[in-house]
């Protein structure tokens, strides 16, 4: 069933509540939009919604009630993409989402589902804020069974150069694949949860490393090793953005030719 | 007595070692007044500065492929096995004072030599000034271009970081797939299977012993030549063959080539303090089933690398051997490369039955055969060269690496000649506008100057008979 199916029948049952109608529809058709383009997604949530959303706030929405059961609703919006158990889904194709089982915040839960970083929808007209706590809090303690804490970075250093720098470049700052024509993501600004997930599910082309070839110690040196090249240290300048060679090059070849106009000048008696 | 400071020590020196008369003529030496005879010189202060602080370098750097545990100051490789080269590498880029400075001009240095000695000879081409008698200075430079070509790749092997194996790696099988004598050239150049344990103090006796010996005997025959052949001259009024026209060594040329010594060695430490070159802790040491995209050569072999990405798959079979499709471009291109700079000036001599000593140069559109192949071979080495980055292009721009390369595929064919004959037409164009505009003037007499002894700024010209003996 297509997700906008379940968004349709939840407007229904909600008899279009005259504080909230405008908000809705508003929601509704930015959410049946964002399934089809992602640049469209992102024009209307500024033109159109963003004062919507800036003149009501989430506090008026507060329902009374019996709360919110966060596993019903992750089934019912999140488990399409992210698989029942949060295990994500691998497949090439654009609604596939990482695997959750290492998210143990509330908070980065929540924003991701204000937001909706990537190709996932933003969930802000769909679902209250109590709503999206629940979901979240399901989310942190019944689905996130990988413990991040106790990795060593240097030992993931070595694990991450012959498991993940094959395809995300030593720098974690993604790779170009032959013959595929897939590059490979760059891994800055990915959060902790996000990678470990990543490692254990592998989304789209990656493989997925389960804990017979990674153990969790493992997995955790690794992601602690990346939160480490994210920001590598760069004693030495500017990094150049961390291209390599090909950088360097280009930067020697522009001084060269400071030099050659040096040269000129310096014929020239200093003039001009 | 001479009144200048140093005068007695000079006069000291002159009744020992009779440098006066000498010293005289050096001083008053001309040198013709162009921005473009200072190129070389970016490349000889830069090789300078190699010299320099490859000393230092070599004071702290290690060879060996003793396997060590890094316990230095850079925390995410706390505890990491690695060979004691690249733990000596670390030691020095991050204990050492100023030792990651100094590391990084001497990799700056290097790129920006190779870079000036291309454009010094892109000059030397497309001014045709490689004509007799200057041939020799030619080979020596090509020679010197292929040492610096050497020097680089061992320079950036022996760091002992992934880049470096990955580097070797190829190096390995490039010489590999040389037909019949293959297995024997690795086993004499990097002792067999990469990394053997013989690679690296190999590359490094190579690195700082033989390669700047051969490159520095070479570089003082080419100074030495050019000295004795004098410069040649831009066409210009009052220049001719036998004469060249420009200041003398001292004060005026003097002057301005310090000057550009201190603006290379000025640009270089900035580059060394501001700019961040193989910052080997994030490559991490060589390990051997480690490997990572985006690994590319320094930028000279940047057009190798692009053939190799650029070649098809194809395996030549003759009779009992294999010629692998490496071998093509990664071998038989640069060979085919430098034997066309090799034998350039003689082959054209040939083909225009020049047998004249030439000193006054041709500008790009007064030979327009000469810039239409100088430009279309530079296109075709920057199609290569484009395609050895093609990766980082990828990953930069968010394209497919496929779809780059079948563009690249079809601009190496392309582009050349396109390039070729539009210089061509343009060179052509130009040149007669420049008829058409400056009609042919009847032979001016040309009054030979003998070069005087006086040391002032002014210009001056000296008589330079190549028929007879030129005497310093």
């Not at chain 1, 969790?216 to 920001?231: F, G, R």
């Not at chain 2, 164009?429 to 002014?458: F, I």
Request: with cysteine; hydrophobic share 45%.
């Amino acid at each position: 069933m297509p997700r906008f199916v379940l968004v349709e029948e939840r407007l229904k049952s909600r008899h279009f509540d005259q504080e909230i109608t405008v908000r809705r529809v508003c929601g509704y058709l930015s959410f049946k939009l964002s399934l089809h383009a992602t640049s469209v997604r992102s024009i209307l949530r500024v033109l159109l919604l963003v004062p919507f959303a800036s003149g009501f706030g989430f506090g008026h929405d507060a329902e009374a009630g019996p709360p919110p059961n966060g596993q019903a609703i992750f089934l019912r919006n999140c488990a399409k993409c992210h698989g029942e158990k949060g295990e994500g889904i691998s497949a090439v194709v654009t609604i596939a989402g990482p695997n959750l089982q290492a998210e143990h915040d509330t908070g980065s839960a929540m924003t991701a589902m204000e937001t909706g970083p990537s190709h996932m929808p933003s969930f802000v007209y769909v679902l209250s804020v109590p709503e999206m706590r629940a979901a979240a809090d399901y989310v942190v303690n019944q689905l996130a069974v990988i413990s991040l804490t106790g990795g060593d970075p240097s030992e993931g250093g070595t694990l991450f150069r012959v498991y993940c720098a094959t395809c995300h470049q030593t720098s974690a700052r993604g790779g170009a694949l032959a013959f595929t024509g897939i590059n490979a993501p760059a891994l800055t600004g990915k959060s902790a949860a996000i990678i470990a997930g990543a490692v254990r599910s592998g989304p789209g082309p990656m493989p997925a490393f389960p804990p017979s070839i990674l153990t969790d110690k493992q997995l955790n040196s690794i992601v602690d090793y990346v939160e480490v090249i994210q920001q590598p240290p760069s004693p030495g300048g500017s990094p150049l953005n961390w291209y390599g060679p090909v950088a360097e090059g280009f930067a020697a070849w522009v001084s060269v030719f400071a030099l050659v106009v040096i040269t000129g000048w310096i014929e020239r008696g200093g003039k001009g | 007595m001479s009144g200048r400071p140093g005068g007695h020590f000079a006069q000291w020196l002159d009744r020992r070692l009779h440098l006066a008369k000498f010293v005289k003529k050096a001083m008053n030496h001309v040198f013709p007044d162009h921005w473009s005879f200072m190129l070389g010189e970016v490349a000889l202060y830069s090789f300078i500065i190699l010299v320099i602080t490859g000393t230092f370098l070599a004071m702290f750097y290690n060879s060996s492929s003793a396997q060590v545990t890094y316990h230095g100051s850079y925390r995410a490789l706390d505890g990491v096995k690695m060979s004691a080269a690249y733990e000596s590498v670390m030691h020095l880029s991050f204990d050492v004072p100023a030792g990651l400075l100094i590391r990084q001009m001497h990799h700056w240095a290097a790129l920006i030599f190779i870079a000036a000695i291309l454009v010094h000879l892109a000059r030397i081409f497309f001014t045709a000034a490689y004509r007799r008698p200057r041939e020799i200075n030619w080979l020596i430079g090509v020679t010197l271009l292929l040492f610096a070509f050497g020097n680089g790749f061992f320079g950036y092997s022996i760091a002992g970081d992934l880049l470096s194996g990955a580097g070797l790696r190829v190096a390995y099988a490039i010489l590999l797939s040389v037909p019949v004598v293959g297995p024997w050239l690795t086993f004499l150049f990097l002792g067999g299977t990469v990394p053997a344990s013989v690679t690296l103090p190999r590359f490094y006796s190579f690195h700082i012993f033989l390669v700047p010996a051969v490159i520095s005997i070479l570089l003082a025959f080419h100074l030495g030549i050019i000295w004795r052949q004098f410069h040649t001259n831009y066409p210009g009024p009052r220049r001719t063959d036998e004469t060249i026209v420009g200041s003398r060594l001292w004060p005026s040329y003097a002057a301005k080539s310090l000057g550009l010594c201190f603006f290379v060695f000025a640009l270089v430490a900035m580059l060394g303090g501001l700019v961040q070159i193989d910052p080997i802790w994030v490559y991490g040491p060589y390990d051997p089933i480690a490997s990572t995209p985006g690994a590319q050569p320094d930028w000279y072999f940047g057009w190798i690398e692009g053939a190799m990405r650029l070649f098809p798959g194809i395996n030549l079979h003759l009779g009992p051997y294999l010629i692998p499709e490496v071998f093509f471009p990664a071998v038989l291109l640069p060979a085919l490369v430098f034997a066309a700079l090799y034998v350039y000036p003689f082959v054209e001599e040939f083909i225009c039955f020049d047998r004249e000593y030439h000193n006054v140069l041709r500008l790009p559109y007064q030979q327009p055969i000469n810039t239409s192949i100088g430009c279309g071979f530079f296109v075709f080495l920057a199609v290569l060269f484009v395609a050895g980055g093609d990766d980082v292009i990828a990953v930069a721009t968010g394209g497919s690496v496929v779809t780059i390369r079948l563009i690249l595929r079809l601009l190496v064919f392309v582009a050349p000649p396109v390039a070729a004959v539009l210089i061509y037409m343009l060179c052509a164009r130009a040149r007669r506008r420049h008829t058409a505009s400056h009609p042919p003037a009847p032979p001016e007499d040309v009054v030979v100057q003998e070069e005087t002894t006086d040391s002032s700024n002014e210009e001056v010209r000296t008589h330079c008979d190549w028929k007879e003996k030129c005497d310093w």
